[in-house]
DNA sequence: TTTCTTACA
DNA sequence: TGTAAGTA
């Protein structure tokens, strides 16, 4: 079914192609790993090896960053996001909860604060497009 | 050629 | 984060 372009959930992609799939440095995932949001294998010339899921793992984790999120308690959720199913939260401690509580409504605050002015950035340029047809 | 580690800007 | 150096 699939002879070439289908190494789906294989721990065989080095660094380089995991950079190009995922639109990001080499630098910038070695240093992920360091702070131990993706994990990787080694092969037997000390390369690494990713899985390919972690393309989308990446993704999630840059999403995470962008919305300032600590590392310390992406690490705590990561293991999550690849389970949904998993149980985690029954052992997630008082201080993680807490933790993602705020999180959880500083980005409410961010949504709010985007929408206000994603929408006053909608309406001035109907208004300059209504004033360029006058 | 690609990746690795370490380190500096 | 980018980049340089010196390897494997």
Redesign the pocket.
Known sequence: MDADKNAATRPSM????LAKTAN?????I??YEEQGLIESTRAA????EYDPVLVDRVWQIRGLLEASIPVKIIRDILPFLDDPCDIHVTEASPELIAALEEQHEQMDQRVHFLTRNRDAIAAYLESIRGARHL
């Open positions: 080095k660094i380089g192609e990001i440095s080499t630098r910038l070695r240093y010339n000390g390369y690494r």
